[in-house]
């Protein structure tokens, strides 16, 4: 009898199963979701080539350099890299000195000895990058009710990471004529900014990049344009979100190729172990 209701049971589930699948074929291929503006004008990342790139590439520290000085005097002001430390700007071609200048350059959380009560001091290199509000709030208030989010790992954490940045700080634009004229409830609210490239076409972000020369790199370096700013800016966000990568390229071929040897030193042993044993 249990036997039979397990079977009733299974039945009746499969049959609902079935009955909703065949009615939203029904509903999807009789009533079409109505085209969206997000649908139609969002646009996929440009794209975006980097040193460190492929499965050879290595990051090239000048543009990780200059990329953390975008960071520092633009972005730092909204964003935090919390999973970062002062110290691990070393691995960019920094000395101590600079590092430790680096560090007192922010202002971090601390205890004030004599009171115990809380306040800031100049970060030390062992301090990670301080949070720009004091939480979540004052986040929100600053930022058009939008908390910006940290960007330790953001080119983890989007799809295609590094073009998504790159494209989104070169994509801001003016809201297109035609848009508007096809779906007027979408058009830009205020206090948002048009990205075709930003999911929902509409961020609180205002264009952070806004001219040549914003941040001036040192000789050497490339005219700073927007898009060169853009570039490297992302470089630099792909270190932070995997800071051992030229390390884990550099370890993983030779394991390849140590693997390789092994297989082809198993087979030959194998071989010659039942070379005698056939026909047994």
């Given amino acids: 009898m249990i036997r039979l209701f397990g079977i009733l049971a299974g039945l009746f589930f499969s049959a609902a199963a079935l009955w909703a699948f065949g009615n939203g074929a029904v509903n999807y291929i009789t009533d079409p979701t109505a085209p969206t503006a997000e649908h139609e004008f969002h646009l996929l990342p440009k794209e975006l080539n980097l040193a460190s790139d492929g499965p050879f590439g290595k990051f ?51 205890i004030d000895p004599a009171t115990g009560e809380t306040t800031t001091r100049p970060g030390l290199p062992i301090d990670y990058f301080p949070k720009p509000f004091a939480n979540d709030i004052a986040a929100r208030a600053a930022n058009n009710n939008a908390v910006p989010p940290d960007l330790s790992l953001i080119t983890k954490a989007r799809h295609e990471g590094p073009a998504y940045v790159y494209s989104l700080l070169t994509g801001f634009q003016d809201q297109p004529a035609e848009l508007v004229a096809k779906f007027p409830d979408a058009k830009t609210p205020n206090g948002l900014h048009y990205n075709p490239y930003f999911a929902n076409l509409n961020l609180a972000m205002a264009p952070p990049l806004t001219s040549e020369g914003q941040v001036a790199y040192g000789e050497g370096n490339p005219k700073p344009t927007v898009d060169r700013m853009a570039q490297d800016v992302s470089a630099f966000l792909v270190w932070t979100a995997e800071p051992s990568l030229d390390k884990r390229k550099q370890t993983g071929w030779p394991v390849l190729g140590f693997l390789l040897f092994a297989t082809v030193l198993a087979y030959l042993s194998k071989k010659e172990i039942w070379r005698d044993k056939k026909g047994h």
């Fill in 60 to 110: 090239d520290k000048q543009q990780l350099q200059r990329g953390f000085q975008v960071y520092k005097e633009v972005c730092s002001a909204c964003h935090s890299l919390r999973h970062v430390a002062f110290r691990d700007l070393a691995a960019l071609g920094y000395n101590e000195a600079e590092v430790k200048a680096i560090a007192a350059g922010f202002q971090v959380p601390g």
